[in-house]
């Protein structure tokens, strides 16, 4: 009954409009903010906040103004974590997307042959996102590995399989043609989103990860 709710919901044209509407206001928010009031904030991280916001809308938006603009008047541990679990999120959502549209969409594989295909997908991309600025920052191959490794992947898994599942869970049967397929792309990731902050707030609390630079420390 609640898969069948949530599919209505998600495939309904006023509610696919209506997101569609304020996912383009929200972005084009974020993007002014970024140029106008937050310029210092560095340019991975201002990638990571549009790509959040690109796959959460009002969500990412508000994870942003709560976490990664310079004007935050203190930072805390959530604030931290929300910076960890946007980072995370815009490298994995990323994959996340091809993934699913390669496997699911294109190749019409088995469920468990989407499940694995997306989160090699996910995992890399978000992998990635963290060895290729380690190395830029001077941190040799194998240390960027090993540390993006220990810290990047608690995170990854947790987020991947709660957002795959739930893709699966809703729009399993989607073509790629129909608008569940994409709708329920949509609502998985903000899933992986909400489901792995706590467990980046755990992280950066045991020191696993360091929650990406306080933003206020870059301002003029």
């Not at 963290?130 to 590995?145: C, R, S, Y």
């Not at 329920?184 to 990731?189: A, K, M, Q, Y």
Request: charged residues 10%; proline residues 4%; hydrophobic residues 55%.
């Amino acid at each position: 009954m609640v898969q069948a709710l949530l599919r209505n919901v998600l495939t309904n044209p006023a509610v696919l409009a209506g997101w569609a509407a304020l996912v383009a206001v929200t972005l084009a928010i974020v993007v002014y903010d970024l140029r106008t009031n937050n310029a210092e904030i560095a340019p991975l991280m201002q990638f990571v906040w549009v790509l959040s916001v690109l796959y959460a809308g009002p969500l990412g938006l508000g994870l942003y103004a709560y976490a990664g603009r310079t004007q935050i008047s203190q930072d805390s541990l959530w604030r931290r974590a929300g910076r960890s679990v946007a980072h995370c999120f815009s490298g994995c959502g990323l994959g996340e997307v091809v993934g699913i549209v390669l496997a699911a969409g294109i190749l019409r594989l088995s469920t468990l042959g989407v499940a694995v295909t997306t989160f090699i997908f996910a995992y890399t991309a978000g992998f990635a996102l963290t060895v290729g600025p380690l190395m830029q920052e001077g941190v040799g191959f194998t240390e960027a590995v090993m540390d993006a490794l220990y810290s990047e992947t608690p995170s990854i898994t947790v987020m991947e399989v709660a957002a795959i599942g739930t893709d699966i869970w809703v729009a399993g049967e989607a073509h790629i043609t129909e608008p569940l397929f994409w709708a329920g792309l949509v609502f998985s990731l903000s899933i992986g989103l909400v489901v792995a902050y706590p467990v980046n707030a755990f992280l950066v609390h045991r020191g696993v990860k360091d929650g990406m630079q306080n933003p206020a420390a870059m301002a003029g």
